[in-house]
């Protein structure tokens, strides 16, 4: 007689979706789609189980990513391979996973992580670009990336960032940012930033302030008082999601 493993086995697997249709990463309820719902429905539809999925980073209404990272309980016997193939041919178009593969049962997606990599990308030229406009933000006015360079590195250090967000759980807001540089490619400009952890609406916010810092409207010191000042009604508007990408999650281990 051939026993059957019966195992609850952890799984780990990088997430790439296209947040325009999405209500962020974190199930929300009311019939609302989120990333957590359509990957634990998929789930739910291949093993008959119930699973909890966790996520690195809960991303907003309208961000998308190609490095969340997910954690999920469930017996499966049929490897990893097996596993991606069944989720991805119960997902929607606008959400996928790969490199699935077995963690540790202690794994956890967020409090493991080291740190997080953003990017935000903006469109900047006068013309329309309809293949660009879901995911970069379309700025007419020519942008000064040197000016907005100089602003992104008061950015790195451990600093509080409440003039940049608010946090998501409790009132600590200090931050350690490890990267946070612009680069310019043609007509689009990207931002990349690295963080231990985010606030909320944090990269947007500063995507949004040092916009003004890339038109002229704000110096780079006036931007380095905003971050010292730990004041939101000092900051600039927020940019929109659909510019935003969460990159990566690192992990030291």
Avoid at 11 to 26: I, M, N, P, S, W
Wanted: one cysteine or more; glycine letters at 8%.
């Amino acid at each position: 007689m051939t026993l059957i493993d019966r195992t609850l086995a952890r799984f780990r697997a990088t997430v790439e979706y296209d947040g325009t249709h999405l209500k962020g990463f974190q199930r929300q309820g009311q019939g609302e789609r989120t990333v957590q719902e359509e990957l634990e429905r998929a789930i739910l539809r291949i093993s008959e189980q119930s699973a909890t999925v966790i996520g690195a980073g809960r991303t907003d209404s309208g961000v998308h990513a190609v490095g969340q990272i997910i954690a999920f309980d469930i017996v499966w016997q049929h490897g990893c391979s097996s596993l991606e193939r069944a989720i991805n041919a119960n997902l929607p178009d606008d959400v996928a996973v790969r490199n699935i593969i077995q963690a540790a049962s202690r794994f956890h997606p967020r409090f493991d992580a080291s740190s997080r990599e953003y990017k935000y990308l903006i469109n900047n030229q006068y013309e329309p670009a309809p293949l660009q406009r879901l995911t970069m933000w379309h700025i007419l006015k020519s942008l000064d990336v040197d000016a907005m360079n100089s602003a992104a590195a008061h950015l790195v250090g451990e600093h509080d960032f409440a003039a940049f967000g608010s946090a998501p759980v409790g009132n600590n807001t200090v931050r350690k940012v490890m990267r946070a540089d612009w680069q310019r490619n043609g007509n689009v400009l990207s931002f990349i930033i690295e963080a231990n952890a985010f606030l909320y609406h944090m990269v947007r916010s500063i995507v949004g302030t040092m916009r003004l810092v890339g038109s002229g409207e704000m110096s780079p010191d006036r931007f380095e008082q905003i971050i010292a000042s730990a004041d939101r009604s000092q900051a600039g508007p927020t940019a929109p999601p659909h510019g935003l990408c969460l990159i990566k999650v690192n992990y030291e281990h």
